[in-house]
């Protein structure tokens, strides 16, 4: 259970992307530029250069996309250290959107952040083989409600594959299923379906060959117990242990992202504040639909890193007065008694 008045660290996922992304921090931070030196190397090409300069066509790719949302949200982290002349306060939970689970697990020391880059290249690969052998294709959904999507899916042979916020459901398929989905949403009254830039059915069954080669590269992999828990995209549900880790991951791109799900268990475990680690705003938008009582920061450019370390400072000062005030109060006790 996680207690009131506590902290979770979200990272974003495949569609957060942007040609520069990360650049401002590579400019002004030594440990953002670390970060970018560290994945160029253990790739072996300049992914930095694709972040920063493009072109969009070849960044957008799945192979490459992975890695590179990674590698600054990764940088972003680590910008934000820097600011606070250190470790950042601990969270109390993370989870990541698909991809972003990565992140989590390499800022909570679960995985080591080379073998993450290694992993999510090869993830990449798979998932882009695997729509090129089998195309398809994924398609967000807005006004329906999950029981009408579920129903559709059902008559058209497709799969819920997010389910992000209310009024918000990605569902995938083949391109001749999700084309019926498509006609039939409509007439049931979707206010709009949009077909996703992604090579294919993600977190669905025509993923199957990708989820068994990568749950192969997963398993020669180097795990370590996280330091605080991570909500699982797969289950909605808390992992502290690396062997639940490793399936959840090999599980996760056959599977149903439970964004909605998560965010919600989370808030009712006592999250009351969630920092978003990564480009774009994706994930802290999806929370305002979910919850909008619920504060969101977010790590980013170099204006709303400086904005986290302000917050940041005042958390840890509001975590000492507390560590004093529940002294004081023990104190007390053992006086009276």
Not at 35 to 53: I, N, R, Y
Not at 78 to 96: K, L
Not at 296 to 325: C, P, S
Request: charged share 25%.
């Amino acid at each position: 259970m996680i207690k009131n008045g506590k902290v979770a660290y979200i990272f974003p996922g495949q569609g957060s992307q942007a040609v520069g992304m990360g650049k401002n921090l590579y400019d002004k931070y030594r440990s953002a530029r670390g970060v970018f030196h560290e994945a160029d190397k253990t790739l072996g090409f300049s992914l930095s250069e694709l972040c920063f300069e493009g072109p969009e066509e070849e960044l957008t790719q799945t192979i490459n996309v992975q890695p590179a949302i990674l590698t600054v949200s990764m940088a972003s982290f680590r910008a934000a250290e820097e600011i606070m002349g250190g470790p950042i306060p601990v969270p109390d939970v993370v989870a990541g959107h698909s991809l972003g689970e990565y992140t989590a697990l390499v800022v909570i020391g679960a995985l080591d952040f080379c073998d993450a880059i290694r992993l999510v290249r090869e993830r990449g690969r798979l998932m882009q083989e695997a729509g090129k052998a089998t195309p398809g294709g994924m398609l967000a959904v807005l006004g329906l409600d999950p029981d009408t999507v579920e129903d559709i899916c059902l008559a058209a042979d497709t799969e819920v594959s997010n389910a992000n916020c209310p009024g918000q459901i990605v569902v995938s398929g083949s391109e001749e299923k999700l084309a019926e989905f498509k006609t039939v949403a409509e007439t049931k009254g979707a206010r709009r379906t949009i077909r996703l830039k992604v090579s294919g059915a993600f977190h669905s069954r025509l993923m199957q060959p990708a989820a068994n080669s990568l749950a192969r590269a997963i398993s020669v992999t180097s795990f370590n117990e996280p330091a605080v828990p991570i909500m699982a995209n797969v289950t909605a549900e808390m992992l502290n242990d690396a062997g639940d880790i490793r399936r959840e991951l090999a599980d996760q791109i056959t599977h149903c992202v439970k964004w909605q799900e998560s965010v919600e268990n989370m808030i009712n475990g006592g999250v009351s504040r969630f920092v978003e680690i990564g480009h774009g705003r994706v994930l802290a938008d999806l929370i305002k639909r979910i919850n909008p009582e619920v504060p969101v920061f977010n790590i980013d450019d170099i204006d709303t890193t400086n904005q986290a370390g302000i917050w940041w400072t005042e958390h840890r000062r509001q975590h000492i007065r507390g560590l004093v005030e529940r002294a004081m109060q023990a104190a007390k006790s053992t006086h009276a008694g």
